[in-house]
Nanobody, 120 residues
Framework: VQLVESGGGLVHAGGSLRLSCAASGSIVIINLMGWYRQAPGKQRELVASVSTGGTINYADSVKGRFTISRDNAKNTVYLQMNNLKPEDTAVYYC???????????????WGQGTQVTVSS
């Protein structure tokens, strides 16, 4: 199973970026997909998540600015980030809680991370 992210980069404050993450491999079902971020010297934190049924959670710091969406047919999750702030600068990691074909239980899988830098 692989999670491949794309869409990070450098943007000025107030700008927008869209992250994508596609899961591939022998997957039975993906229960939850989401995005986490980790800034230098800080712990990794949840940014947003979306379940198979469409239940969405956001960190308070991104509510009203970020939108998470998911294409179940493509095993892909997106994060539209608007009105970016310098404090959003971090490495963003895709996460999927999924059941692979070779296992009887679901586990967490992570992407390699993509850098988002917001300049003031």
């Amino acid at each position: 199973v692989q999670l491949v992210e794309s869409g990070g980069g450098l943007v000025h404050a107030g700008g927008s970026l869209r992250l994508s993450c596609a899961a591939s491999g022998s997957i039975v079902i993906i229960n939850l997909m989401g995005w986490y971020r980790q800034a230098p010297g800080k712990q990794r934190e949840l940014v947003a998540s979306v379940s198979t049924g469409g239940t969405i959670n956001y960190a308070d710091s991104v509510k009203g600015r970020f939108t998470i969406s998911r294409d179940n047919a493509k095993n892909t999750v997106y994060l539209q980030m608007n009105n970016l702030k310098p404090e959003d600068t971090a490495v963003y990691y895709c996460n999927a809680y999924l059941l692979p074909t070779w296992s009887v239980s679901a586990s967490n899988y992570w992407g390699q991370g993509t850098q988002v830098t917001v300049s003031s």
